[in-house]
């Protein structure tokens, strides 16, 4: 009797919306030949993470069996799939495989991180399939908000896995390849052991509507805008930028792309033949000099970002352009949980302009990329798997996905971050607990979210900062006074003196109160010296700020 076993691993995305990151592996436990689907980004917060450039999966468990890896392979281009590639390859360095829009994106971070370009390779979609080790895999075309997206077929000693990737079941997808429900059904006959599962909209009731209905409500918007046009949204929703694009040919005004991801996307989108009859754009200096309402700005920033088009126009002047009273700005997009404050930022800044800001509260101008209830019902139907695995979900997501399972007469199995399943038992049980978390790209390099950086960083935000000097002689006697520098502090408190002044007198009272056995020890004295200085803050101005002390010795 064989002692392999079949196990799934998801690192990210699995109890949260991004950082998506699955292992899959196969083989006799602690020896399994694995494989990796997606490894994607989730981005930052000042609140919670701040100066943090993007928030990675802990992929450290993957790093350690680097040797075990046969392959990456990435199911779509967004970020909290693809993101994390390029970040990650030296350290994994295996061999990337995508279609063919993916990979031309997956290539430009390669080579903007100086790593090879040929790690990426390029993959037709199903029937075409290839083996990698003990697995044999299939990309299969699926609708969603960007071009090329695939499930995964994986086939292993132990029966055909189906990962199902980020979908919806969109006819008319307008850029893309449609749903092909016929094709998926066959992909059930010779039988699904497990379906791993988007589980985005579980929670939303109504069946999805195709990109293809927004059209003509979009058209009759610019049609009736007198200023200048603006419009957001995801850059990588090529199919909604073609869509906004042609309703403004159609209107009678130039096109002019602004912001790096969008005219990024557009180009790979042409390159790689997704995206045809694209109208033709003007650059941003024919667009200031045209009548305004001739022109229509689609520009990047639909999530509030502070360094996007959308936020610099917001905050005046964007590559020469200003928006004034008269023009309008549409959100075609669903603002993300957690972006709320930044895109309400923006839309406060514009209307202090004047401008006319349009969002998608109708449900007029946006259509989710993601299946929403019915449509989930009806891959689990038209795949019948033995098991059906939510993931791409926060912990409510998943648990919900797992009842809707059953209730559609599948076994669900609820397996979060670091819970490793082994599918090939008779009653597949999570057999082992991975550490997993999240990794901060801080400038150029990674740090834990354990290692207190950030912390350190939120504290000194909250609290403020004091920093302490003291020279000490070759006699261990004490030159001059201690002397303080503040930072993120009020300059005057209670005592209406300076509270830098009222710092060094404190502090220098407890230097002329401490034993040589004080001076002397450079532990002691800098725990005393940090002790006075909070309590003296405390009592000035409420707070407990963060306290450096340099205590500088002299040698003979």
Known sequence: MSNERLIYLPLGGAGEIGMNAYVYGYGKPGKERLILVDLGLTFPDMDGTPGVDLILPDMQWLIERRDQLEAIFVTHAHEDHIGAVAHFYGELGAPIYARAFTANLARRKMSEHGHPEKAVHTVSAWPETREYGPFEVGFVPISHSIPESSGLV??????????????????????????????????????????????????????????????????????????????????????????????????????????????????????????????????????????????????????????????????????????????????????IPGNERGVIRIINQYSEMGVDVVDDSSGKYHVSGHANRPDLSALHHLLEPKYVVPMHGEHRHLREHVKLSQSNGFKGILAVNGAMVDLSAKKPTIVEYVETG???????????A??????????????????????????????????????????????????????????????GRANNKTLMDDEKLEEGLRKVARQTSQTEIGKRPEVSVIISRLSA
């Not at 999240?438 to 834990?448: A, E, F, M, N, W």
């Open 438 to 448: 999240r990794t901060y790209l801080d400038g150029s390099v990674k740090i834990g």
């Open 154 to 335: 994986i086939d292993t000693p132990k029966g055909r896995l189906v990962h199902s990737g980020d979908f919806k079941m969109d006819r008319n997808p307008i850029v893309g390849e449609a749903f092909d429900e016929d094709l998926w059904r066959s992909l059930a006959e010779p039988g699904v052991l497990a379906l791993m599962c988007d589980s985005t909209n579980v929670f939303n009731p109504h069946p999805g509507r195709s990109e293809s209905e927004i059209g003509g409500e979009i058209e009759a918007l610019v049609e009736s805008a007198e200023g200048m046009f603006v419009a957001t949204t995801f850059a990588s929703n090529v199919a909604r930028v073609k869509t906004l694009a042609e309703a403004g040919k159609r209107a009678g005004r130039s096109i002019c792309l602004l912001g790096r991801a969008m005219r990024r996307m557009v180009e790979a989108s042409i390159e790689t033949g997704v995206l045809t009859d694209f109208p033709k754009t003007i650059s941003p200096e024919d667009a200031k000099s045209m009548p305004r309402g001739n022109v229509m700005l689609l520009v990047t920033g639909s999530q509030g970002e502070r360094r996007a088009a959308s936020a610099q126009l917001a905050q005046g002047k964007y590559q020469g352009i200003t928006l004034k009273g008269n023009d309008t700005f549409l959100f075609s997009s669903k603002t």
């Open 450 to 511: 354990l290692d207190g950086v950030v912390r350190d960083r939120m504290r000194m935000a909250l609290n403020g900062h004091i920093m302490i000097n003291v020279i000490i002689d070759e006699d261990d006697e004490i030159l001059g006074d201690p002397w303080c520098e503040i930072k993120g502090l009020a300059e005057e408190g209670h005592s209406r003196a300076p509270l830098v002044d009222v710092l060094e007198e404190d502090l220098s009272q407890f230097i």
